[in-house]
């Protein structure tokens, strides 16, 4: 199985490098003139069902490995639960902003301003946690030398 997934991936990184340089050797001009946009839309279509196929066989195999180990699912259903916490207490502190903001030319309603700025709010939460958890992690290392 591992031989098959590595000659499949070289085969797409060859595939890969063959249509880059077909994409740009037709040139800017002849793909904003439409002349290559046969070769740029197959090329396309082509990325699309490969990350398709990418993202189904990483689904399949995370569920496969996570169903098969208790351990592993425990600790991914824990994390999950974590993530979840952030985002509702992110959601819960962060309040709408009185201020208009234009989102291509169209004010941004309060629902969308709470949603940004709970976004913001998580980010700064996850970034204070990863900063945490690597401070805790040299200090362990550091006093289990």
Same mark, same amino acid.
């Given at each position: 199985?591992k031989?098959l #997934?590595t000659?499949?991936v070289?085969?797409?990184g060859i595939?890969?490098?063959?249509?880059?340089v077909?994409?740009?050797g037709?040139?800017?001009d /002849?793909?904003?003139a439409?002349? #290559?946009?046969g /070769?740029?839309?197959?090329?396309?279509?082509?990325a699309?069902a490969?990350?398709?196929?990418t993202?189904?066989?990483?689904?399949?195999?995370?569920l496969?490995?996570?169903f098969t180990n208790?351990a592993?699912? %425990? #600790?991914?259903?824990i994390?999950a639960g974590a993530f979840l916490a952030?985002?509702?207490i992110?959601?819960?502190?962060s309040?709408?902003?009185t201020?208009?903001?234009l989102?291509?030319?169209?004010?941004?309603?309060d629902?969308?301003?709470?949603?940004v700025?709970?976004?913001?709010v998580a980010?700064?939460?996850?970034?204070a946690?990863?900063?945490?958890?690597?401070l805790l992690?040299g200090? %362990? %290392?550091l006093f289990?030398k």
């Amino acid at each position: 199985m591992k031989k098959l #997934s590595t000659i499949l991936v070289g085969i797409v990184g060859i595939l890969s490098i063959i249509f880059l340089v077909v994409i740009i050797g037709a040139g800017d001009d /002849a793909i904003k003139a439409g002349e #290559s946009s046969g /070769a740029v839309n197959t090329f396309m279509y082509l990325a699309y069902a490969i990350l398709i196929v990418t993202i189904a066989l990483v689904l399949v195999f995370t569920l496969k490995g996570l169903f098969t180990n208790s351990a592993s699912l %425990k #600790s991914a259903l824990i994390g999950a639960g974590a993530f979840l916490a952030v985002l509702v207490i992110s959601y819960a502190v962060s309040g709408g902003d009185t201020r208009e903001y234009l989102y291509g030319g169209v004010p941004a309603t309060d629902g969308e301003s709470h949603m940004v700025g709970a976004g913001i709010v998580a980010f700064y939460i996850l970034m204070a946690g990863t900063v945490v958890a690597m401070l805790l992690a040299g200090v %362990k %290392k550091l006093f289990n030398k």
